[in-house]
């Protein structure tokens, strides 16, 4: 049961989402979303200009077989973004899921919309949220995106929702996202920004008392210069608490 003064839960997901290997921190959604009752969204606007009906697609087949049926939020533009129709959805909801994709155009989609600050008060209220890859890159202070050209390991901030505060989200850090680190950290806004690098398959994940990790591989809290690794049921120490107010 999460405390009545917090948000509801949360996980930053490394990406490869909706595959097994992520049932550990989408159990904790399923539940969260079931004892809340209403309905569960997938949110495709990562996808928006790489096949948004094969990630809703995905998402549905794969919580189904967990034990819960998702509906489409539909926002793949801004327009979308600030319907009333799909705000008033949005305030109903039990769960939000933020799909992978492209993390610059998730960000400036949602960022200041209508469609946000729905999901937003319902998250605040109790309601579970998530995001994988681009999703989670949203979910931060910040998102990044390539510098110059396709295969640039070189990052640019760009303001994203600010779910969590001070953090950049480095997803698929097994794989790709740790070759960010070097331009993400000389690049950083502020002094005090945290780096958070989340393997695939794997998550960070706020339970209303505090971060723990999830999955099979690591978290990684990169902060001046340090960095700390966390393992599944393992605490994430470093990261603030989820913004609130």
Request: glycine share 12%; proline share 5%; charged share 20%.
């Amino acid at each position: 049961m999460l405390p009545s003064e917090v948000t509801g839960l949360l996980a930053l997901v490394g990406g490869d989402e909706f595959k097994p290997g992520n049932e550990e921190q989408d159990r904790l959604l399923v539940a969260a979303a079931k004892a809340r009752g209403g309905p569960a969204y997938v949110v495709p606007t990562a996808a928006a200009r790489g096949g948004p009906e094969q990630a809703v697609a995905n998402a549905t087949r794969w919580f189904a077989g967990l034990g819960l049926q998702l509906e489409e939020l539909h926002v793949l533009t801004r327009t979308h973004a600030n319907s009333e129709e799909v705000a008033a959805q949005a305030e109903r909801g039990s769960f939000f899921y933020l799909v992978g994709g492209d993390p610059g155009h998730t960000a400036s989609t949602l960022r200041d919309s209508r469609v946000w600050r729905s999901m937003e008060r319902t998250w605040h209220a109790g309601a579970a949220l998530a995001g994988s890859s681009a999703g989670a890159m949203a979910l931060g202070e910040w998102t990044l995106i390539r510098d110059r050209f396709k295969g640039d390991h070189r990052r640019q901030y760009r303001p994203a929702l600010a779910a969590l505060p001070k953090v950049a989200v480095l997803p698929h850090f097994n794989s790709f996202g740790h070759r960010w680190v070097d331009s993400a950290g000389e690049r950083a806004p502020v002094l005090d920004a945290v780096l958070l690098g989340i393997d695939e398959r794997s998550a960070a994940v706020w339970d209303g008392l505090g971060w723990s990790a999830r999955g099979p591989g690591s978290v990684t809290v990169i902060r001046d210069g340090a960095r700390t690794s966390s393992h599944s049921g393992e605490a994430v120490l470093g990261l603030p608490d989820p913004r609130a107010d």
